[in-house]
């Protein structure tokens, strides 16, 4: 999809009327009139506390809501906001006028389309920084748009990613993957290489929307991912902070699927065309982090142990064939064993498990079968491997569950000769 195509008629003539911009504040939805008006509030409340003299809009780009979100968000003033929060944020009102503008993208929410639409129009009016929002994150406070605005403006950076408090099991998917894959290819430490909030400057909004990425399907599906791995491969200057605790949206158990193409299946798609680059990194340098608060909390969520084990089992005994053309003989038969064990001795270890992925990279690459199975192959895995980590971190303290993340993302760099070789070997 062209970049003018983005921009209809109105939407121009939309942001024609606004002009240049200091901030620009994305929002992409679909039929998010349940969580986006606290999200709407305080990114207003942000803007007046931390940025009353800054130009900025706010840019909602929905993907086909039937529930009246984008009237919510055009229709929310800061004259909404209670007078006593107005008083808390700010001492003094906005000097400028605080635009707020949706565009219907396609009937369908497509994230890839609505984050291209937001970085059009960040480009279009010169944005010096651009932020992303998810609706979902009731959780947000004001100060959420200093810490992530702040970095470009001050200090010259191009990419801060979020880091949150989360309860001691979610997260695991970003814990347990994206954070130590990412971190042992490309060498950086991001701990949310898929964020849901983030900021961007200007000169990455721009060279972004003229990236590749947007010519391939798994490219689009995962845009975030790769705007994280441009920025690193790109050079730019990135760094991470620290927002807060992050609300977590209901999902169904259908949505992981889904979850592990946009994330892990762009991940893996992105190491095709960057492979002369990561292939020569070993190790990892910190990214800059600021703020110090925990990222852990040890209250926990529910977990299914059970329901988990037997879907790891079941899936090692039926899937056996698939697994087969994907993984190599020594690990699958380290799975099979790791599918008869008692609950009380389950384990899944590291080290399997960071080959066990390496060897799914390799396999996608290859294309050894259709990818989108590559990745539904890979979920009953990710179920083992989540029941380990729930097992071994059920006592922990937030330090505890912190080294043995970065333990893990140690396996992770440790074995990435491993992942040359299975990249190299793999038919």
């Avoid at 089992?313 to 008692?342: M, Y």
């Amino acid at each position: 999809m062209a970049e003018e195509t983005l921009l209809t008629d109105d939407f121009l003539r939309q942001l024609i009327n606004v002009g240049e911009v200091d901030i620009l504040v994305g929002l992409p939805t679909h039929n998010n009139a349940k969580t986006v008006e606290p999200v709407i509030q305080a990114i207003q409340a942000g803007i007046l506390k931390c940025f009353p003299r800054e130009r900025a809009v706010i840019i909602n780009a929905d993907g086909g809501s039937q529930d009246g979100t984008p009237e919510l968000v055009v229709g929310a003033s800061i004259d909404d906001l209670r007078k006593d929060d107005v008083r808390r944020v700010s001492k003094v009102y906005a000097l400028r006028t605080l635009h707020s503008i949706s565009t219907r993208y396609a009937r369908n929410p497509e994230p890839g389309t609505a984050l291209r639409t937001i970085l059009a129009a960040a480009d279009l009016l010169r944005a010096k920084a651009c932020v992303v929002v998810s609706p979902d994150s009731t959780t947000m406070e004001p100060d959420w748009l200093q810490r992530l605005v702040r970095p470009i403006y001050d200090d010259n950076f191009d990419l801060v990613s979020p880091i949150y408090r989360r309860q001691k099991f979610e997260g695991v998917l970003m814990r347990n993957l994206l954070y130590p894959m990412t971190r042992a290819v490309y060498g950086y430490g991001i701990r949310e290489p898929y964020a849901s909030e983030f900021a961007i400057s200007g000169r990455l909004a721009t060279d972004f929307l003229a990236n590749e990425t947007w010519n391939d399907d798994s490219g689009r599906s995962g845009a975030e991912i790769c705007l994280t791995v441009a920025a690193i491969t790109g050079k730019y200057r990135v760094c991470q902070t620290f927002l807060g605790t992050k609300a977590q949206p209901d999902r169904s158990a259908s949505d992981l699927v889904d979850a592990m193409r946009r994330t892990v299946g762009t991940l893996y798609w992105s190491l095709g065309s960057n492979f002369p680059l990561w292939s020569t990194i070993t190790g990892s340098q910190p990214v800059p982090t600021l703020g110090t608060q925990s990222e852990v909390t040890l209250e926990s969520i529910q977990v299914d142990r059970k329901r988990l084990q037997e879907m790891f089992a079941t899936g090692v005994a039926e899937l056996e064939p698939v697994f087969r053309s994907i993984l190599s003989a020594s690990t699958l038969a380290e799975l099979q064993r790791i599918a008869t064990l008692a609950e009380n001795e389950f384990n899944y270890p590291a080290d399997v498990w960071a080959k066990t992925v390496f060897e799914f990279a390799a396999s996608y690459h290859k294309s050894v079968i259709n990818r989108d199975h590559i990745i539904q192959a890979l979920v009953p895995l990710y179920r083992g491997r989540t029941l380990s980590f729930v097992l071994a971190n059920r006592d922990g303290s937030g330090e505890e569950i912190e080294r043995n993340v970065e333990s893990l993302c140690g396996e992770f760099e440790r074995l990435k000769p491993y992942l040359l070789e299975v990249w190299a070997d793999r038919k």
